[in-house]
């Protein structure tokens, strides 16, 4: 075997890297080499061996009860586990939380305001044209959005978005269970978040969004005079 190893690289191409090569990217192909063959398959079980042998001894940063509950929510099929859109932190949502946002979706989509990406943001740029001289850009934001829209407004810009009321009461209570429930953890204390929507759960999204949706409406039709184009992702807002 050692003499076939010490061949020169034009006899012994599959294991031959020029310089420029990248090692990363490099896979040998099988049955060209048998002694390269064997090699892969003895680390392959010699890497297999020595993680089998090492998990026993393994040692935990959580305690055992720590651990059984993870176990359990991860088995629970009735809860969403995910992280946090913002922050080193984990959510855990239950149904309602995982089927509001599907519900909100398309009264939050439907606002002429609304820039779904920055290719809708440019095109419907684009669709503007002949501005006056006198023409001044302008871009908002609103700061802190999340975690301070009160559960009084955010609900009634629900009631005042959907119409039918049927719909607005269910959409409404599911929403406001949502809003009462989102507990977190901090500085080994769990908490109850009394104001605003918790930044990781999938509602949040879409009640921001009909939530700003109503307050700008409400603006501009009080507004003596009104922009020649308003645009808005989320908070991010856009107008000439």
């Known amino acids: ?14 294991v031959c890297l020029s ?15 048998k002694e390269l063959d064997l090699y892969i398959k003895c680390f392959h079980h010699w890497a297999r061996t020595e993680i089998i042998n090492k998990e026993p001894h393994l040692t935990y940063n ?21 992280e946090a859109d913002k922050g080193n932190a984990v959510v855990i949502m239950d149904e309602v939380q995982r089927l509001t946002p599907n519900v909100l979706k398309p009264h939050a989509t439907n606002e002429p305001s609304y820039a779904r990406d920055t290719t809708a943001f ?13 023409t001044i850009l302008a871009t908002m934001d609103v700061e802190a959005l999340y ?46 978040q009394i104001n605003g929507t918790a930044m990781g759960t999938r509602m949040a999204p879409q009640y921001v969004k009909i939530f700003m949706a109503d307050l700008e409406q409400r ?6 005079q009104k922009p020649l184009l308003y645009l808005r992702y989320i908070e991010d807002i856009f107008l000439i």
Request: with cysteine.
């Open 1 to 14: 075997m050692e003499d076939n190893l010490d061949l020169p690289c034009e006899k012994a191409p599959s």
């Open 19 to 33: 310089p420029e090569s990248s090692v990363d990217k490099f896979t040998a192909p099988k049955g060209r080499n």
């Open 62 to 82: 959580l305690t055992k009860k720590v651990r059984d509950a993870i176990h359990s929510l991860r088995s629970n099929p009735n809860i969403v586990i995910k």
């Open 122 to 134: 440019l095109r419907k740029l684009q669709s503007t044209q002949n501005l006056p001289n006198y």
């Open 147 to 192: 975690i301070n829209i009160p559960h009084v407004d955010g609900l009634q810009a629900i009631k005042n978005t959907i119409q039918n009321k049927e719909e607005s009461n269910i959409i409404t209570t599911l929403c406001d269970f949502v809003l009462t429930h989102n507990c977190f953890f901090f500085d080994n204390k769990n908490y109850l």
């Open 219 to 224: 603006f501009l039709n009080h507004c003596t």
